[in-house]
């Protein structure tokens, strides 16, 4: 089966970045490429627009096929479009981003994609198409949302320390901030509430567990 | 001449929404279609994009080709990607938009728009297409990034009063600010002085001039 056009018409894919804070430090799901072009290398999940699906549609579908990822609020970033970003054909990419708490979720690879697995942004390896680019930008904007904003709170696991808190509004941000002062900030918003519980991590005093008090008050990012 | 390929493509487009304040109301930019479908509606200026040609080219030949504007500046908004959206065929759109001072330029319709003319969004004509979504969506982009910023200065004619600026940026934002707040605000940036002659009209007292001092400072939308 083939389509016919009078003008050439370019294929349109979704990319998706999946930002999320492992281990202090800032993380971005990549999988591994299991067909041509850049077969073997590194990418972020996505993949072509159905000609029936809306994008939002396509993203979702192919975030959770190559990754196992569902259930992930995404919003549009940006829509990549340079002639010859693509040795294929002409694509125009419209890439989609979030930040999502990373704990109790399993990644599992599939169709297009032979492996599925968090990476440091700090040290990314070598990505296929303009991903890398992709990937700037989606941080550029995460830090801009971040900044002065409770949206942090929604990418927080259910019990969490202000330490741990303070780390995603760091590493999203992309510079260290006052303890202090931050904890002065999140605490006058009246969002969270100790839970009583205590976490205790090697040497570490314990600190106290917080969570969100009304989970439906916390800005969804957008 | 025909192309073919062998899974179905969407075409692709870029519209554009242009702000301006005219009159003391928010104005955009619509040309009256001189094809089907919609054939002597209102929409917004745009079309399709050419295979070797960027987004960014597109908007801007688009642009220039519809109205007659050149040397804008436009910043990408939102890719709109319904299926159904078009009558034709599927087609995704991808929206630009920008707040520029209509002073000094002229309108000259082109190619695929019969007039272009500049319509107070308060009071829009039936428009093409998903245009009325795509203006909404610019709007409150629009509004977003006036508040708390200096854009609104670079949206200004070389010479303006205090007045004139304070009604761009309730125009932009929506909604009226308190003028002895507005002015204690911007006069303590430093970004604009006196020039020293005066403005009047009708039986207003006349009000001082001012222009920016360092045109480069002020922020470009983005």
Sequence with gaps: MTYTYKYPH??????????????????VLLIKRGGDPYVGSWALPGGFVRIDESLDECAKRELAEETGLSDVYLEQLYSFGEPQRDPRERV???AYYTLTPSENRELKAGTDATEAEWHPVSKLPALAFDHSDIIELAQKRLAAKMEYSTIGLQFMPEEFTLSQLQVVYEQAIGRELDKRNFRKWILSLDLIEETGKKFSKGAHRPAMLYRIIKPGQVEIIR
Excluded: C, H, Q, Y
């Design 10 to 27: 370019p294929a349109v894919t979704t990319d998706i970045v999946i930002f999320t804070v492992r281990e202090g430090a800032l993380n």
């Design 92 to 94: 125009i990419s419209v």
